[in-house]
């Protein structure tokens, strides 16, 4: 029995790794908060607003939205004739409303 006086009792160790594990949880949730913004502002779609009774400022934004995709040339040249001058006739639903479809723009 003399040989076993010397272990000394147990001894309580501090353990972190529980809030370690809980600031590694709460890092990847920031960075995937981050992330899906980020990739939730670059494919939002964007919607445009229009004031049909305004013909050369909707032609204007219409030309400035479709100037650069494929097969907008046609729908622009429709379009000039709303532009350039002082005194404009009504913007056409029919040529406004297939534009729209066409290049699906939201509104």
């Given amino acids: 029995m003399d040989k076993l006086k010397d272990i000394k009792s147990i001894v309580e160790v ?5 809030y370690l594990f809980y600031v590694v949880v709460l890092l990847c949730l920031v960075v995937i ?3 899906g913004y980020f990739l939730y502002k670059k494919f939002k779609k964007k919607k445009y607003k229009f004031d049909l009774n305004d013909s ?3 032609a204007y934004q219409l030309i400035e939205i479709i100037r650069d995709k494929e ?3 046609e729908y622009i040249d ?3 004739q709303y ?4 005194e404009v006739p009504e913007l056409d ?4 409303d297939e534009i729209v479809k066409k290049f699906k723009i939201y509104t």
């Fill in 93 to 96: 639903k029919t040529l406004f």
């Fill in 14 to 18: 501090s353990d972190y790794s529980i």
């Fill in 78 to 80: 429709k379009l000039h």
């Fill in 83 to 86: 532009t350039y001058k002082k």
């Fill in 71 to 73: 097969g907008s040339k």
């Fill in 33 to 35: 908060a981050i992330l």
């Fill in 56 to 58: 050369k400022k909707t």
